[in-house]
């Protein structure tokens, strides 16, 4: 168990945020591995509702992005749209320091699934700790952690 520093909540460990208070729990060394082109991410099979909402819990950030993606959705920093898709702007969550590209990732709703594909970004896409390789899209599952360079993110679906 891991006890939280704000609450002193136990959490199972490889919490990254509290389930009590929300606050993200310290840092805790973590390991990547990459995939390759014929290896498959693990994702659960969790659907999106006809009225869901993303919740996108971001690191040391205490209230979540909720977004509603009609189709696609890049994530990103300042000057990463490109008028046809909408693009979420984290410049003020530090996503600069984090070592976030422009045009990052892509989120896309495909009928009731949602995906992330990397698009080139220059320190990478994780999705629980596997990196992922540009261009190949990945079923997103309600809880799946996400790192776009060094910005950790949990994406929950409602």
Same mark, same amino acid.
């Given at each position: 168990?891991?006890? $939280?520093?704000? $609450? ?12 009590? $208070? ?29 009225d ?5 819990? =971001?690191?040391?950030v ?6 509603? =993606? ?19 702007n ?20 495909? =009928?009731?699934?949602?995906?992330i ?30 790192r ?6 949990? =994406?929950?679906?409602?």
């Amino acid at each position: 168990m891991i006890v $939280c520093n704000n $609450c002193s909540h136990p959490n199972h460990e490889g919490s990254l945020f509290c389930a009590k $208070c929300g606050v993200a729990i310290e840092s805790i060394a973590v390991g990547t591995t990459t995939l390759n082109e014929s290896e498959e991410l693990k994702a659960g099979s969790d659907t999106l509702s006809d009225d869901y909402i993303i919740f996108l819990h =971001i690191q040391d950030v205490p209230d979540p992005i909720t977004v509603q =993606i009609q189709d696609q959705l890049v994530l990103g920093r300042t000057g990463g749209g490109n008028g046809e898709i909408a693009h979420l702007n984290l410049d003020s969550f530090g996503a600069a320091e984090a070592g976030v590209s422009r045009r990052h990732a892509l989120l896309q709703r495909k =009928i009731s699934h949602l995906y992330i594909e990397d698009l080139g970004s220059t320190n990478y896409t994780y999705v629980n700790d596997q990196r992922l390789p540009v261009g190949r899209q990945f079923r997103l599952s309600d809880g799946d952690m996400v790192r776009l360079g060094h910005l950790n993110l949990r =994406i929950f679906f409602k």
